[in-house]
């Protein structure tokens, strides 16, 4: 079964630090552009980060820019997402997603493997 798995949420007090990491169970990330999107509560899914196969191509949500950094390590087959000085309005699960493609513009309808998501709280 091809399936991507998050972990690394949690409970974390404004201006603390998470990392999350990404996964895939069945098939290698090697070939995929990855992107990370949250869905606060309420609210759509928006994308927030993306990283290209090789990682040398990133693209960021405006609000997370100079916060959070995206990287990946294929040897691992993990892709990560670190996330700086949370602000309560990052509250929000957190999903990884894998595109045959590439593009910047993290369109939910390019992706073709979704994880199951993984809970952010930022409060104090």
């Known amino acids: 079964q091809l399936q991507l798995v998050e972990s690394g949420g949690d409970l974390v007090q404004p201006g603390g630090s998470l990392r999350l990491s990404c996964t895939a169970s069945?098939?290698?990330?090697?070939?995929?552009?990855v992107g990370w999107f949250r869905q606060a509560p309420g609210k759509g899914r928006e994308g927030v980060s993306v990283?290209?196969?090789?990682?040398?191509?990133?693209n960021y949500l405006d609000s997370v820019k100079g916060r959070f950094t995206i990287s990946r390590d294929n040897a691992k087959n993990m892709v990560y997402l670190l996330m700086n000085n949370l602000k309560p309005d990052d509250t929000a699960v957190y999903y990884c997603a894998a595109d045959r493609g590439w593009s910047p513009f993290l369109e939910e309808s390019d992706y073709d493997y979704w994880g199951q998501g993984t809970q952010v709280t930022v409060a104090s």
């Open positions: 990283i290209s196969t090789d990682g040398g191509t990133t």
């Open positions: 069945g098939f290698t990330l090697d070939y995929y552009s």
